[in-house]
């Protein structure tokens, strides 16, 4: 069993930065991919970034070049850097664990955090 506890949530204006952790128990975590999802009220949860266990990245097209993902599998951590923070990407942040050859699809992981909420003020 694999617990993923996300932290590193906050508000911050537009423009700014924050920097997403998320922390995975269990000696497995340098075998899986991981990948971060996104839920906006009223809306689906969506893909944001994922990480291969080899370390090839995916992005949404809403984050390219703002967002990155990378991952300590010494510390066990997976990251997610976002800058030039905007307003519409408020939600709760998950991040997700598991061993699938689409890490940009929700289906294929089978451990997740409790979210963490980044809102972006205007």
């Known amino acids: 069993q694999v617990q993923l506890v996300e932290s590193g949530g906050g508000l911050v204006q537009a423009g700014g930065s924050l920097r997403l952790s998320c922390a995975a128990s269990?000696?497995?975590?340098?075998?899986?991919?991981m990948g971060w999802f996104r839920q906006a009220p009223g809306k689906e949860r969506e893909f944001v970034a994922s990480i291969r266990s080899g370390g090839s990245t995916n992005y949404a097209d809403s984050v390219k070049g703002r967002f990155t993902i990378s991952r300590d599998n010494g510390k066990s951590t997976a990251y997610l850097q976002m800058n030039s923070l905007k307003p519409e990407d408020t939600a709760v942040y998950y991040c997700a664990g598991g061993l699938t050859l689409a890490p940009w699809s929700e289906m294929g992981y089978i451990y997740w955090g409790q979210g963490t909420q980044v809102t972006v003020s205007s």
């Open positions: 269990g000696r497995t975590f340098s075998s899986y991919a």
